[in-house]
Each structure stands twice: as C-alpha cells, then as structure tokens.
C-alpha cells in the first residue's frame, strides 16, 4: 500500500515560515490534502487539491506538490497555528485513503 | 450549514461490538461520501472506509474489512466495528467527501471508543 512520510516535528518561531514536507513515491502524480488538528478537537481542512484553500482558511496556509515531495508552507506563523498537520492522498491503485503519521508545529 | 454530529462515548469488553453513528445536515446528500477515520490515543489518523448515502455502496480498508460494517438510514450513517481489541480504543470521526473529490471537508466532532476488561 502507499506509504506517506512527514518529519515528526516542525518547530518555528512566530513570524517566520513553517514548512512541513509529505514524502511518497511520486506523490506529486496525487492530488494532497493537509489537516490541521489541535488537541481535543476534529481534523480540519487546510489545503485540498495540493494547493486550493477552503473558504475560511487564510491565505497564510500554502500548498506544493512535485515530484516524491509535497509541501505545506505556513507563513507569518501564529501561536494559533501550534497543531499537528496530517497530509492525506487517494492511493487510485488500491481504492484506500492514506494520511501520512503526522507533523506537530511547535511555535516557539 | 453543513453539520455531521455523532453519538457518545462506548465502553466495550474485548470480543464485542461497537455501533457509532453519525447524523448528517445542512447539505444535499446526493452525491456525497461519508467517510470513517479512527484515531487511537497519541497516534494519527487511520481511514477505514467509506459509503454512499444514496446508493449504499461501500468500499471498506482492507485492515479493516472483516470486522467493520457500514450502514445507512439517511440522514444517519452507521459504523459498527466487531471482534473489539484493546487496539481499537480509539476516536472515530465520520467525515464529508464532496461528490468527485477524495479529501475530506466536513468532520463530525468524534465519538471515543474505549475497549477495557
């Protein structure tokens, strides 16, 4: 099945760029979907279609996709974006889902 | 607006099952996907299938598809999960899947799933 990877930790100062990376095998041929979810509460919808924002969600959130990496960039980090970060694709090969093991933002 | 509210906290014994539901409105199910993503304490997220509202087709996670069954009596969709293990205390979240997409933009608010002797 089709693996996603994410570095388990991301830590940035406020103001700055946080950029968290999603590795698979020719991911960037996948549409990427990222999550945002703080503690206690449901995942929500950042980026869909690798780079598109839902209605609400600030133009901060940015998304990339190429190649066996894709990238959500949050820029002008807030202390309100401390949260874990899922990607998540449609594997077509195998009809299944798959969210990578997750990224918790750490604002200093 | 869009709303998908689930049912209560479980405790179950080892060996049984579990039912969680989930009441869907605020949006015309045609076309529509209810999803299930399960969430064990500490750890990430993990999909476990998904059905069609309208049609009742469902797809289910190979992990999961002789122990997960999904029903639906529109509004409401149901999970039930059998052969309960202490691995399956978990949240489990129904999410929305827009018709033609395979990300998910609605969640219901979770319903924790504690499996304890």
């Known amino acids: 099945s089709y693996v996603l990877t994410q570095p388990p930790s991301v830590s940035v100062a406020p103001g700055q760029p946080a950029r968290i990376t999603c590795g698979g095998n020719?991911?960037?041929?996948?549409?990427v979907h990222w999550y945002q979810q703080k503690p206690g509460q449901a995942p929500v919808l950042v980026v869909y279609?690798?780079?598109d924002r839902p209605s609400g969600i600030p133009e901060r959130f940015s998304g990339s996709n190429s190649g066996n990496t894709a990238t959500l960039t949050i820029n002008r980090v807030e202390a309100g974006d401390e949260a874990d970060y899922y990607c998540?694709?449609?594997?077509?090969?195998?009809?299944?889902?798959?969210f990578g093991p997750g990224t918790k933002v750490t604002v200093l | 607006q869009v709303r998908l509210v689930q049912s209560g906290t479980e405790v179950k014994k080892p060996g049984a099952s579990v039912k969680v539901s989930c009441t869907a409105s605020?949006?015309?199910?045609?076309?529509?996907?209810i999803h299930w993503v399960r969430q064990a304490p500490g750890q990430g997220l993990e999909w476990m299938g998904w059905?069609?509202?309208?049609?009742?087709d469902t797809v289910y996670s190979q992990k999961f598809k002789d122990r997960v069954t999904l029903t639906r009596d529109t509004p409401i969709t149901t999970m039930e999960l059998s052969r309960l293990e202490s691995d399956d205390t978990a949240v489990y979240f129904c999410?929305?899947?827009?018709?033609?997409?395979?990300?998910?933009?609605?969640w219901g608010q979770g319903s924790l799933v504690l499996v304890s002797t």
């Open positions: 999410a929305l899947a827009p018709p033609y997409t395979h990300y998910f933009n609605y």
């Open positions: 605020g949006y015309t199910f045609s076309g529509y996907y």
């Open positions: 059905i069609h509202p309208s049609t009742g």
């Open positions: 020719n991911i960037g041929t996948n549409s």
């Open positions: 279609d690798d780079r």
């Open positions: 998540q694709v449609w594997d077509s090969a195998s009809d299944h889902h798959v």
